[in-house]
């Protein structure tokens, strides 16, 4: 059932399990729990569409590098009702406890992981894990140049049919019909409530724009609100914090165009690094350093891709201009071009893996919301690790372009003239509840329960230690299929 809470006569709801939030993570442990027995609450602070109002819950206060304000969308579906689809699951060195990653280490390995990445795929349609083989992809993409040498990997972001990426849509009327799930709109947690002795969560208190009230209580608590809100909940609710770890941690995956590759000829065909190409499902590749760079370089796993440029900037304008009309000059416009340009240089976009620094945080600003709860406030810079990574990513690439023929690089972060100042957020907010074996440096223990308390889970890619350089929402949902599994036994 799906239905506004201002519309319930009760102000008194139970569960077996309540989850707070309904995006990737809370739409994928609602229908993993939807045949378990278990009855389930849903509580979603917005309702079909974003508003004005479900949005101004997201206001956040900013230093240094700031937070996009559309990164996060309050509405059933969460931000799956806006995101690009891509699918890419970590790379087993990101699960490692790297010497030269402080706070690094995941408390399982990517093997852990796997069998949940596969039904993760299965759940949502996905691509299999080994569709991200550098071998399968090569087999089927003849006419791609794909570079993969001892030094430099080719490695591949997958794209989910298109039909699937909106999680409201998709799943709206599976809990419409559902008689284990409740999902209830417009019903914005307020405050997560403890028992005397602190170690429960005894209820969760819902007030509505209207000025209703409710008390939600359950046997486990699971929120699910994304990755800066969680720790946000946590954080003005007093939950867990006994360490000071929550909000510690942000990560994300800084992003920006840096370096021209000039191509020795125009017939490489590189467009697999910048295009999705149909090769067994849609996929665009990238370029990292080997896990052995890596090691013995002692640097982060970041990332690139590259974009076209034409021989000309002025022809490339123009084309761009014409190719979004459609009449006959147009078409013949289009045609000459084809023939006439070809891509003679690209330039790099590079995808940054960052330090899980404690200084990299979330917490309360003296702003409040509706309710009088602190807004975020997120202070988030690049540590000299996350620069010295990216320079060893063009160095090393520099050299392995030039060897294999494919071009020469020009970049900034090779020259050390890159300001950085061109770096935004990827909308991918990670970090800040920490999975961790040790309640001084972490919030949630392997199974996403908060170290203290005996009933509360927490979703999302708040729980990942690191980061790697993977678009977050496969694991997301690979680590929540995995709690969905832990709340069914317990
Ligand atoms: C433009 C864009 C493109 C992206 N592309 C990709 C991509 O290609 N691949 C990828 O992996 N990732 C991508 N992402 C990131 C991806 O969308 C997120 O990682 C993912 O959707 C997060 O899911 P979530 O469930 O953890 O959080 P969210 O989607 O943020 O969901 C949180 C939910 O909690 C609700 N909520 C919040 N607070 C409360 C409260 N107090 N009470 C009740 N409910 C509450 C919200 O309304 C929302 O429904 C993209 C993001 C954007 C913005």
């Known amino acids: 059932m799906i239905k506004d809470i201002n519309t319930v006569k009760d102000s008194f709801l139970d569960a077996d399990v309540c989850i707070i939030g309904t995006g990737a993570a809370g739409i994928t442990l609602g229908l993993e729990l939807a045949n378990s027995g278990k009855k389930v609450i849903m509580l979603e602070s917005g309702s079909m569409q974003k508003t004005q109002v479900s949005q101004s819950f ?41 010497d030269w990653v402080p706070f690094s280490g995941w408390p399982m390995t990517r093997e852990t992981l796997s069998p949940y990445y596969e039904r993760a795929a299965k759940v ?28 430099v990997k080719t490695t591949f972001l997958r794209i989910l049919p298109h039909e699937k990426w909106d999680f409201a849509k998709n799943y709206q009327k ?25 170690q429960k969560v005894s209820e969760l208190l819902v007030q509505t724009v209207l000025g209703k009230k409710f ?78 760079v890596q090691r013995n370089l002692g640097v982060l796993n970041s990332y690139v891709h590259f974009l076209p440029g034409y021989v000309s ?28 340009t070809g891509i003679s240089k690209v330039q790099v976009r590079n995808f940054m893996e960052q330090t899980p620094s404690p200084e990299n945080r979330i917490s309360l600003s003296d702003r409040k919301d509706m309710f009088d709860n602190p807004l975020a ?69 392997e199974n996403c329960k908060v170290h203290s308390i005996d009933n509360l889970f927490v979703a999302g890619s708040s729980v990942f230690p690191t980061s790697g350089h993977a678009n977050p929402t496969a694991t997301i949902i690979a680590l929540t299929i995995r709690l969905a599994d832990h709340l069914k036994s317990s």
Not at 396 to 411: F, P
């Open 377 to 445: 406030k997120v202070e988030w810079s690049l540590s000299a690790l996350d620069k010295q990574s990216l320079f060893a990513l063009h160095t090393v690439l520099k050299k392995e372009l030039e060897q294999s023929g494919v071009g020469r690089l020009a970049s900034p972060i090779c020259e050390h003239t890159e300001t950085f100042a061109s770096i935004r957020d990827a909308s991918h907010h990670m970090g800040t509840t920490r999975m961790g074996g040790d309640p001084r440096y972490s919030v949630v223990d």
């Open 58 to 98: 997201y206001d956040l206060e900013n230093t240094n590098l700031a937070i996009d304000p559309n990164s996060r969308i309050r509405a059933f579906g969460g931000t799956t009702t806006v995101w690009g689809g891509g699918w890419k699951p970590l790379d087993p060195i990101d699960f490692e406890q790297r």
């Open 174 to 198: 599976l809990f419409e019909q559902s008689a284990s799930v409740d999902v209830f709109f417009n019903a914005p947690v307020t405050k997560i409530v403890l028992d005397n002795k602190h």
């Open 124 to 151: 949502f349609s996905g691509p299999a894990l080994e569709t991200f083989d550098v071998q399968n992809v090569s087999k089927f993409s003849k006419n791609n140049y794909i570079l993969d040498t001892n030094n």
């Open 313 to 340: 900037d002025q022809y490339a304008f123009l084309a761009l201009k014409v190719f979004a009309s459609n009449n006959v000059l147009s078409k013949t416009f289009r045609a000459l071009m084809r023939f006439y």
């Open 215 to 292: 008390n939600i209580r359950a046997g486990y608590y699971v929120v699910a609100c994304g990755g800066i809100e969680n720790a946000r909940l946590l954080l003005f609710s007093d939950v867990g914090n006994q360490n000071d770890q929550v909000g510690r941690y942000y990560m994300d995956h800084p992003k920006f165009v840096s370096g021209n590759v000039m191509l020795k000829t125009r017939d490489l065909n590189l467009s697999l690094y910048w295009k999705p190409q149909n090769i067994n499902g849609l996929a665009i590749a990238g370029l990292q350093l080997s896990e052995d």
